[in-house]
């Protein structure tokens, strides 16, 4: 696996329709949201990839992140 950051719609045209794309979502409520809108909401509408949306209190297991698994 690898991680890929930046412009969302860039960074999508360049991952192959077979990936699994792991998208960190922030929660915004209110006021913030409606202003800014929903860059999650816009991911999901507009990739044909699986996706797997990953909030702000998401933990990984330990052997993940350590990489021992």
């Not at 890929?4 to 998208?23: C, H, K, S």
């Not at 202003?35 to 702000?56: D, K, Q, T």
Request: no cysteine.
């Amino acid at each position: 696996w690898r991680v890929v950051e930046g412009d969302f719609r860039r960074v999508i045209q360049e991952i192959p329709r077979t990936a699994l794309v792991v998208f960190g979502a922030f929660g915004r409520k209110g006021v913030r949201k409606r202003v800014l809108g929903s860059r999650a909401h816009e991911v999901l509408r507009s990739v044909p990839y699986n996706l797997l949306m990953v909030g702000p209190r998401a933990q990984a297991p330990g052997a993940l992140l350590s990489g021992e698994a």
